[in-house]
């Protein structure tokens, strides 16, 4: 298949991003160079610096998110940014290969990749975390008790003394992860025993506002502490049986099999009618701990396009109720299409037939074409087993989004590639539309065009189409935006 392969072009050209501009100055990001990168970085303590190319479209989705961050975090954290086209020394010596690459700097000194949130308020929670110590000292219980009373969770270690070896190691972790929690400390053991301990441990409170009957608000960690065990048992508890999904946090909840309530949740000026639904929810959820699922409750006002294009979410489903979705870690989909009763009947009516595989999968698809008779077939979400995964054939598969103008480029290209090879038996040259239907499992779609091959035998084993070039950048989801206003 090597030369037929030969026929596809290199493209060039980038799609621009359709996001509105920042409503911060662009003055609040500083903009460094070659020439005094070393000179100004030095200037701050903590520093979030962004590595870019004027053309890459994942950058200009992220400038207007950076500019606003900056405006927020101006006084405590610098973000800056340097243009890899007309900085490379710079941008060679810290090893930047892709864009947007974000690094955390000290006093000008390369300290650790971002690995957070790429939205505003997701850069501003994460670095307004980096400024100050690593580990909050505590003395008092007054001084506890405004550390954990915060949106987020608070992990705090209370130790015998200074001297205390768990008490190094506790540090040691708090440097590493405290990006993504936060951490304080106390040599004050009295500090634990109105939570039911009396020597050294680590108690992990939950977020006040998330307080219910189902289960405890602080767990405590009494086992042998190391770097290791110490996340693990973060990771294992801080979220909870039901915890908040927003925006920033959601690729770390879906690592699992998840099913999310969404609905008029609002934390900052309904606490009681947020947790009513939630409570609900959990009543449930207590009954099914153990099973593979975990569950969580979302605005659904914050995740409004993600439910249409991916669940087909009208208007008018849900109304004040809660939404029910379960998106599974290998991409599987379900919708609960009963009306949400407040005694939970409904949900645990849905949660039956899903841990019995009696529901069936939602998959977002254009209609089968009723004719299909080009040379170029037309793939759809509902026919892709049928064409693509053909046992007997071998199939080169398009993603393309009809607003991309490369896809628009390549396409005289790829019919004169399936003309010449129409008369094989045993070759398909196929396309479907990534942002109309979704992209099978297995299958990594970031930017379009995107070309597989399902070769006989390994369908299984997609292989990608490698050749270099510039491809329509953004998500799938941006891309279904554009495509919205193409058609």
């Known amino acids: 298949m090597a030369p037929t392969l030969g026929f596809f072009p290199a493209v060039t050209l980038v799609v621009l991003s359709g996001f509105p501009a920042a409503v911060s100055s662009r003055r609040d990001v500083l903009e460094l160079g070659d020439a005094d990168f070393d000179y100004l970085a030095t200037e701050h303590e903590t520093m979030l610096v962004k590595f870019y190319a004027p053309w890459c479209g994942h950058c200009k989705k992220?400038?207007?998110?950076?500019?606003?961050a900056a405006s927020?975090?101006?006084?405590?954290?610098?973000?800056?940014?340097?243009?890899?086209?007309?900085?490379?020394?710079?941008?060679?010596?810290f090893g930047v290969s892709g864009y947007p690459t974000l690094r955390i700097f000290r006093y000008g000194k390369d300290s650790a990749p971002y690995d957070g949130p790429r939205t505003a308020e997701g850069i501003y929670e994460t670095m307004r975390r980096q400024t100050g110590p690593d580990s909050m000292h505590l003395k008092t219980k007054d001084d506890l008790k405004a550390f954990v009373n915060n949106h987020d969770a608070s992990i705090v270690g209370v130790f015998s003394g200074t001297d205390s070896p768990r008490l190094a190691e506790f540090l040691k972790a708090a440097t590493l992860l405290r990006e993504q929690f936060r951490f304080a400390h106390s040599t004050n053991l009295q500090l634990a025993e109105e939570h039911g301990a009396d020597s050294e441990c680590v108690l992990l409170f939950r977020p006040p506002r998330l307080t219910n009957a189902f289960e405890d608000?602080?767990?405590?960690?009494?086992?042998?502490l190391t770097i290791g065990s110490l996340r693990r048992f973060i990771r294992d508890h801080i979220y909870g049986l039901c915890p908040h999904m927003t925006i920033e946090n959601r690729d770390r909840l879906r690592v699992r099999d998840l099913l999310t309530a969404y609905y008029d949740l609002d934390y900052h000026h309904n606490l009681p009618g947020s947790n009513y639904w939630r409570n609900r929810v959990m009543k449930v959820a207590s009954k099914y701990v153990g099973r593979g699922l975990t569950f969580s409750v979302a605005n659904k006002k914050d995740f409004l396009l993600e439910l249409e294009e991916d669940f087909g979410m009208g208007t008018s489903d849900g109304g004040e109720l809660p939404f029910i979705t379960i998106r599974t870690r290998l991409g599987h989909k379900y919708t609960m299409r009963e009306e949400f009763t407040r005694d939970g009947a409904s949900l645990q009516r849905f949660l039956e037939d899903y841990f019995a595989g009696r529901l069936k999968r939602y998959i977002k698809s254009e209609p089968i074409p009723e004719k299909n008779s080009?040379?170029?077939?037309?793939?759809?979400?509902?026919?892709?087993?049928?064409?693509?995964?053909?046992?007997?054939?071998?199939?080169?598969?398009?993603?393309?989004?009809?607003?991309?103008?490369h896809c628009k480029k390549l396409e005289p290209v790829y019919g004169e590639l399936a003309d010449t090879l129409r008369s094989d038996p045993k070759i398909v040259i196929a396309k479907m539309n990534a942002v109309a239907n979704d992209v099978p499992l297995g299958y990594d779609v970031q930017g379009f065009p995107t070309i597989y091959f399902a070769p006989v035998g390994r369908k299984d084993e997609p292989v990608r189409y490698q050749k270099q070039h510039y491809s329509c950048g953004g998500s799938i989801h941006h891309q279904r935006r554009a495509y919205g206003d193409y058609k």
């Open 62 to 68: 992220l400038a207007p998110e950076f500019e606003k």
């Open 72 to 93: 927020r975090l101006k006084g405590s954290v610098q973000l800056a940014k340097v243009d890899c086209t007309a900085n490379s020394e710079t941008c060679s010596r």
């Open 217 to 224: 608000s602080v767990v405590i960690f009494r086992d042998y």
């Open 374 to 405: 080009g040379a170029v077939k037309v793939v759809v979400a509902e026919s892709f087993d049928q064409v693509v995964n053909d046992p007997d054939k071998g199939v080169l598969i398009q993603f393309f989004s009809p607003s991309c103008p």
